[in-house]
């Protein structure tokens, strides 16, 4: 298939996907493909700064009950003060995200697992990692991953000004929209580490903080049955997993992935991607 025809009908898959999103209100519930809605929790903690000791329980976060809906007009992305950790809803739904990639060595072989389950997942991109593999972000929004913004070279934004922050927030979103055909509705700032002007920005770039419930650790590289270990013993419904498709040897993520996921499947698991319910 040409170049050119792929544009057009991912065009079209997106213009559709949008419609339906626009025929939505403005809520603090996020739906999963399925319907399910996202609900927002506690902050996770982070993927520890590589310079800071390991926790045991890194990987096993808790969400805060009683969190209340962010101050916002109906329409507009809220200001929130605090990411979404994980889904709630009916059903033993899982969501799978990887970071810091697009890499031509790991990433299309995450993509042909994934592709292999009839599986969707979301991708938290860097954008000098996206700018020279926009065929990779074109493959994702073919097969219908999610593209999140994960900033242009993974500083700890806390440390960054809000004029920094910005630059690596739409520098990378300005990067998905010409490979992956539309701009990022989603975002995870680098280590975990949120503030104040994170989620200002983020939401003035149309952009939903989300983080996880599960980390993998595999950064670390503890052995792919180590990694499966983890999403095993972590698995339940709503929960968001980890992992990483860049950012140094990612050989284990891709075996790990590659065990873990039919495991998950045949326990019963829905993998799914959240969908927001307003533009």
């Given at each position: 298939m040409k170049k050119e025809q792929l544009f057009t009908r991912r065009r079209a898959l997106l213009a559709g996907a949008a419609a339906v999103a626009a025929a939505g209100t403005a809520e603090v519930f996020l739906r999963g493909e399925d319907g399910?809605?996202?609900?927002?929790?506690?902050?996770?903690?982070?993927?520890?700064?590589?310079?800071?000791?390991?926790?045991?329980?890194?990987?096993?976060?808790?969400p805060l009950t009683g969190y209340g809906p962010p101050h916002a007009a109906p329409g507009r992305t809220p200001v929130r003060r605090e990411p979404l950790l994980r889904m709630t809803g009916r059903g033993r739904t899982m969501v799978l995200t990887f970071d810091d990639g697009p890499d031509p060595r790991y990433t299309p072989r995450i993509l042909d697992t994934l592709a292999e389950y009839d599986v969707r997942a979301m991708f938290f991109v860097c954008g000098e990692m996206a700018v020279d593999n926009q065929d990779l972000?074109?493959?994702?929004?073919?097969?219908g991953h999610i593209v999140g913004n994960h900033t242009?070279?993974?500083?700890?934004?806390?440390?960054?000004?809000?004029?920094?922050?910005?630059s690596e927030m739409s520098?990378?979103?300005?990067?998905?929209?010409?490979?992956y055909g539309e701009r990022p509705r989603w975002f995870?700032?680098?280590?975990?580490a949120w503030n104040r002007a994170a989620f200002q920005l983020g939401s003035e770039l149309g952009m939903e903080p989300i983080a996880w419930t599960i980390d993998t650790l595999d950064w670390t590289t503890p052995g792919a049955g180590v990694i499966v270990g983890r999403v095993e013993k972590g698995a339940a419904p709503g929960v968001v997993v980890l992992s990483h498709d860049?950012?140094?040897?990612?050989s284990q993520s891709v075996r790990a992935l590659r065990d873990y996921l039919p495991r998950l499947l045949d326990a019963g698991y829905h993998i799914t991607v959240p969908r927001r319910q307003y533009a």
């Open positions: 399910d809605p996202v609900r927002a929790a506690a902050p996770a903690a982070g993927a520890p700064a590589r310079s800071l000791p390991l926790k045991p329980s890194a990987y096993r976060l808790q972000l074109a493959r994702m929004a073919d097969e242009w070279s993974h500083p700890l934004l806390t440390r960054l000004t809000r004029r920094q922050i910005r520098r990378t979103s300005d990067v998905i929209e010409n490979g995870r700032a680098p280590y975990g860049a950012g140094g040897d990612r």
